[in-house]
T-cell receptor, first 114, second 112 residues
């Protein structure tokens, strides 16, 4: 059973607009969440993370929001740029017991049109 | 910056061969991971290691083994390659709990 779900396989937005990528999770033990960006033929690049003690974390154009009661997180990119076109993966881990395992969603392909 | 280096970007092998994929990190990280990425399936964990000579199975360990003789190096071994192991293989390392994993550029492996 998928513990981390990205229900939108793809998303298309205009340059300058906001991109919102969504992620849902089922495991209430998850306490650390990350977003990665991946270009074709490259490894994933870490973008931003959030701990479960927070509900928002911001880094430049990227903001991650966490709604623990809904088991939902989202990544906002403002303003979107054509270079943001990539596959975005949401990931989560349960820190108790020292586990470093990440569980990944299947990804959302973002296309930013000029 | 963390540097995770995978020895090959592209590799072509034949069924039944024993295949070695090598990964080296330069940040003295304790934790190292091997994933495979397939279209529509995301990243799936094969094996991981918290320390030298230590290994733990991930979600899809069948057909694979690993070796970690030195802290900086983590090898993935396909004991007898099969066509269903054609995939993109990604190595990652991390510095501890609630630290992001950093990935190499991947090895695209084709088994013919």
């Amino acid at each position: 059973d998928q513990q981390v779900k990205q229900n939108s396989p793809s998303l298309s937005v205009q340059e300058g607009r906001i991109s919102i990528l969504n992620c849902d999770y089922t495991n209430s033990m998850f306490d650390y969440f990350l977003w990665y960006k991946k270009y074709p033929a490259e490894g994933p690049t870490f973008l931003i993370s959030i701990s479960s003690i927070k509900d928002k974390n911001e880094d430049g154009r990227f903001t991650v929001f966490l709604n623990k009661s809904a088991k939902h997180l989202s990544l906002h990119i403002v303003p979107s740029q054509p270079g943001d076109s990539a596959v975005y993966f949401c990931a989560a881990s349960a820190g108790q017991g020292g586990s470093e395992k990440l569980v990944f969603g299947k990804g959302t392909k973002l296309t930013v049109n000029p | 910056d963390v540097k995770v280096t995978q020895s090959s970007r592209y590799l072509v092998k034949r069924t039944g061969e024993k295949v070695f994929l090598e990964c080296v990190q330069d940040m003295d990280h304790e934790n190292m991971f091997w994933y495979r990425q397939d279209p529509g399936l995301g990243l799936r964990l094969i094996y991981f290691s918290y320390d030298v000579k230590m290994k733990e199975k991930g979600d899809i360990p069948e057909g694979y083994s690993v070796s970690r003789e030195k802290k900086e190096r983590f090898s993935l071994i396909l004991e007898s390659a099969s066509t269903n192991q054609t995939s993109m293989y990604l190595c990652a390392s991390s510095g501890g709990q609630n630290q992001p994993q950093h990935f190499g550029d991947g090895t695209r492996l084709s088994i013919l």
